[in-house]
């Protein structure tokens, strides 16, 4: 068994203008592809611009050799035992907590070194930041005591030594009572007993207690140190006795020749690197030995103070924004890659520098590279260039920058760029999608008015309304109002031919009459005669058709203006099947009705009318011996009428055309008389006075024909 195929509806205006719509989904792609060589361009431009301001920072510091000394040191490298302070990026809260402190890692110089006694040992880290000196401290100490009488010496305490700038040797001594902020006490220099201590106000310390000893933190003016500087942490373990029984550091602080040298980056590199510095990026001076010289900015933005740009946008600017914030970024925050602000931006202040990138810099070359965040959150991008000091490279400057900025444009650019698209899309599809409901609405207007204007059978019962609009539809409407009203003048003719005719025939009819009547007053030849009854025989069958023809002509007329009355279906049928019952004896009749009154409007002269032509075809058609079968029903709001007989079935060419007028398939009757077909056109035009329609169709048994009539039911008062 073959299934049929199956057919999609064709798309109708609208669906077909929404899908051409979608071709606009090419400009957000468009502009798509845009932002991202635009992020291409600006990406190479970082990259030039960032190898431009390295070599703008090594050009500045080329062949100046005084700015690779070092303070009461010489040279760098010329001693491996003194005291770097590297550049810090920031100044440093005095807490005695390491958090503000840049992370070290494993390749720095300045990675954590131990200084180990018996009962304590100490961990410290240095650096400057705005002509200050920092110094954290973390001492292990099992058993901190803190000093309970006026020696210094009595308890734990950290204790500094240098040698100012005009060579004079100072110690100090950070002795507290207790956890917190505490001063430091300038005591005599060599002197081992610390009496007569004067409070150093210069020094700000912080000391924190630790589970395993005790943290200091403290900061100092570099303008109190000089060539050499050292420090250590003494411990008091015995509460009764309270001496001091170990001491941990790198240097001695009661003589001066065994400090350590202060090892301070010439801070002319500092002045440089502020007139070279740029917003979010880090700037780096290396020397041979990949000693981090100075170091300015950072690749994290700086938080700004929130901007008033809202308060002096307008309502609408508010409104708009709000919807976005709740709506349009919340899928950009899922679709769109936006720069992470937090994020590991590796080593702030390493001593040292190591990598591919600073050895080819320190061998001449420049050369600039890109790599991601040890979180693999942000992309950095940076440039190295040589430092030369006559024909060999003395140092390196390196240039660091993340591409957030970029990525910030980007996100930005294509947030704009698919809600403007977005905005675009909506209003260009609302504005397709009305003006094909307003086309589609014209069209259907024009479609209805085209199909009241002609009715099932073809003849024109109206007119359409010739548009007033300059477009298309409006020339094409004002056509069908041309065409209809020219149809229904033509098909006016045609309806008053029949009358016309009809009226204009009878006269030579009459004449023929006469003169055929005169003739056989006659005496005349046999075979004149023969001739005589032929042309009388035409003329009667002549007046027959002349009188259908005005029958139905004048039934059309009367229908129009009859007056429409209440009356019961089921009488006037019953009474009408006991007069077919006395005409047609020969013939049985069934009728079926229900018990209640049927109750239509109309005309119930037409309705026996259309009966009689009912039944007499039915009556003409039946098979002998069989009924013809009558039957009232009512089917919700209609009342059918049906009349049915065994007999031969409609041919299929002919269902859709018997309720024309001069249509028949009845075979030639032996009487001579013609059969028109104007039986069922008269039931078809009392049906539609009705308000009804009527059908016809064989019936399902195999054989036989029913013709229903289905009319409304009358209003109820």
């Avoid at 060589?37 to 920072?57: P, S």
């Avoid at 004067?198 to 912080?206: G, Y």
């Amino acid at each position: 068994m073959k299934l049929p195929a199956l057919r999609w509806p064709a798309p109708g205006l609208r669906t077909q203008l929404l899908l051409l719509a979608i071709i606009l989904l090419a400009v957000p792609w468009v502009g798509y592809r845009y932002v991202l060589e635009m992020e291409r361009f600006l990406r190479e431009g970082q990259e030039r611009a960032l190898i431009t301001t390295a070599r703008a920072v090594a050009m500045a510091l080329n062949n100046r050799p005084a700015l690779f000394e070092v303070s009461g040191a010489g040279p760098l490298g010329a001693t491996d035992a003194g005291l770097y302070l590297g550049a810090l990026p920031n100044a440093i809260v005095v807490d005695g907590v390491d958090s503000d402190w840049p992370t070290l890692t494993e390749a720095s110089s300045e990675a954590p070194v131990a200084y180990v006694a018996a009962t304590v040992s100490i961990h410290p880290r240095l650096g400057k930041h705005d002509r200050h000196l920092y110094l954290i401290a973390k001492v292990g100490d099992e058993h901190v005591l803190y000093h309970a009488s006026a020696a210094l010496d009595s308890g734990d305490r950290l204790e500094l030594a240098l040698v100012d700038p005009r060579g004079t040797f100072q110690r100090f001594v950070i002795a507290p009572t207790g956890p917190g902020k505490t001063v430091a006490w300038r005591v005599a220099g060599g002197d081992a007993s610390f009496d007569a201590p004067v409070q150093e106000p210069r020094i700000e310390a912080f000391w924190r207690q630790a589970a395993q000893g005790y943290s200091v933190e403290l900061r100092l003016p570099l303008t109190m140190v000089g060539p050499r500087f050292g420090f250590s942490a003494a411990s008091v373990d015995e509460a009764n006795r309270r001496e001091t029984t170990s001491w941990a550091g790198p240097t001695a602080t009661d003589n001066p020749a065994v400090l350590a040298p202060v090892i301070i980056p010439e801070s002319q590199i500092d002045l440089v690197l502020q007139g070279m510095g740029r917003t979010q990026s880090r700037i780096w001076v290396v020397d041979r030995d990949r000693r981090v010289l100075a170091q300015t900015g950072t690749l994290k933005p700086q938080t700004e103070g929130q901007s008033t740009a809202a308060a002096r946008t307008s309502f609408a600017a508010r409104a708009w924004d709000r919807f976005e914030q709740a709506t349009l970024r919340r899928v950009y925050a899922q679709v769109l890659r936006k720069p992470h602000e937090d994020f590991d931006d590796g080593p702030q202040d390493a001593s040292s520098l190591l990598g591919a990138q600073i050895d080819e810099a320190l061998k001449g070359s420049g050369v600039s590279r890109w790599r991601m965040t040890s979180d693999q959150r942000a992309v950095v991008l940076s440039a190295a260039q040589p430092i030369w000091v006559g024909d060999r490279p003395q140092g390196a400057v390196i240039v660091e920058e993340t591409t957030n900025g970029i990525l910030a444009v980007r996100s930005r650019a294509l947030e704009s760029l698919f809600t403007t698209a977005f905005v675009v899309l909506l209003v260009g599809s609302l504005a397709l999608f009305f003006f094909a409901t307003r086309l589609s609405t014209r069209i259907r207007r024009l479609r209805d008015q085209a199909e009241r204007a002609v009715d099932q059978q073809g003849r024109v019962r109206g007119g359409i309304a010739g548009s007033k609009a300059g477009d298309e539809i409006g020339d094409l409407s004002r056509s069908f109002s041309t065409i209809v009203s020219r149809l229904g003048e033509y098909n006016a003719y045609l309806e008053n031919m029949g009358g016309r005719l009809a009226h204009e025939i009878r006269t030579p009819i009459a004449v023929v009459r006469s003169s055929l009547d005169n003739l056989r007053l006659q005496p005349l030849p046999r075979d004149a005669q023969l001739y005589m009854d032929r042309a009388q025989e035409g003329l009667t069958r002549l007046a027959r058709i002349v009188t259908s023809m005005t029958e139905a002509t004048r039934l059309e007329q009367m229908l129009r203006h009859a007056e429409r009355e209440r009356f019961d279906l089921t009488q006037v049928v019953t009474g009408c099947v006991r007069g077919y019952r006395l005409a047609y004896p020969e013939r049985a009749f069934d009728l079926q009705t229900p018990a209640e009154p049927v109750i239509v409007q109309g005309g119930p002269d037409f309705v026996a009318q259309m009966l009689d032509k009912l039944v007499a075809n039915a009556v003409d058609f039946a098979i002998p011996g069989t009924p013809v079968v009558i039957d009232v029903q009512v089917d919700r709001e209609h009342a059918v009428l049906s009349v049915s007989n065994d007999g031969p079935p409609l041919p299929a060419q002919m269902q859709g055309r018997l309720f024309e007028s001069m249509i028949s398939i009845r075979p030639e009757r032996s009487d001579g008389e013609p059969h028109l077909g104007m039986g069922l056109y008269i039931v078809r035009l009392v049906a539609e006075s009705l308000g009804g329609t009527v059908t016809a169709q064989n019936r399902g048994e195999g054989s036989g024909v029913r013709f229903s009539v289905s009319v409304p039911l009358a209003q109820t008062q």
